[in-house]
């Protein structure tokens, strides 16, 4: 949501333009604080934007946030890393869209200033797959010292890569054959 702010010029009502009052803020400071409130308002799901309308400033709106969304409470902290540790890719399920949660899930631990080695995020995401990359996962395992989550991840993209390169020629191979007994029928 900053980078949205920070794209459109409009970051600096977050630290309420230098920490001045709200009444001495000038014209162009007020546009920008509405700008900021509407496009931050306009990101959120209506049952977090409920909580969150009587806010009149984007500083004050983005506080009510961060209490509300990253409480970095010990409940809050452990239900996260509960869904870190309990986060399985199902048989046959998106690997990208599984790589994709496990990340959104460290960047909110992160947020919370809960920190992990790059090593034990490799490690939790690579026995995060089901019993039919286990293959794939020994061949990791055997193959380098240390692996970080950004080496797995990169494997995983290569790894469902080349099964899309591999289907989509397989599927190719199968029309033609069909191609070729239709003219063959002919």
């Not at 931050?40 to 209490?67: F, R």
């Not at 994709?100 to 034990?120: G, H, N, P, R, T």
Request: proline share 1%; with cysteine.
């Amino acid at each position: 949501m900053r980078a949205i702010l920070t794209q459109a010029e409009v970051d600096d009502a977050l630290d309420k333009f230098g920490n001045k009052d709200s009444k001495s803020w000038t014209d162009e400071e007020k546009r920008k604080d509405r700008k900021a409130l509407t496009q931050i308002q306009l990101h959120l799901s209506n049952n977090i934007l409920q909580d969150c309308l009587q806010e009149k400033t984007a500083a004050v709106l983005w506080l009510k946030l961060e209490s509300i969304c990253m409480s970095k409470d010990l409940t809050s902290k452990m239900h996260l890393k509960m869904k870190l540790y309990t986060h399985k890719l199902q048989e046959g399920g998106s690997v990208l869209n599984h790589l994709m949660v496990f990340k959104e899930i460290v960047s909110d631990l992160q947020a919370m200033e809960v920190d992990y080695d790059d090593e034990d995020l490799g490690l939790i995401l690579l026995y995060s797959l089901p019993s039919s990359f286990a293959n794939f996962r020994d061949t990791l395992l055997y193959s380098h010292d240390t692996l970080t989550l950004d080496e797995f991840s990169e494997a995983l993209h290569a790894k469902e890569k080349m099964k899309e390169m591999v289907s989509c020629e397989g599927s190719l191979q199968w029309r033609s054959v069909n191609t070729v007994r239709r003219e063959d029928r002919k």
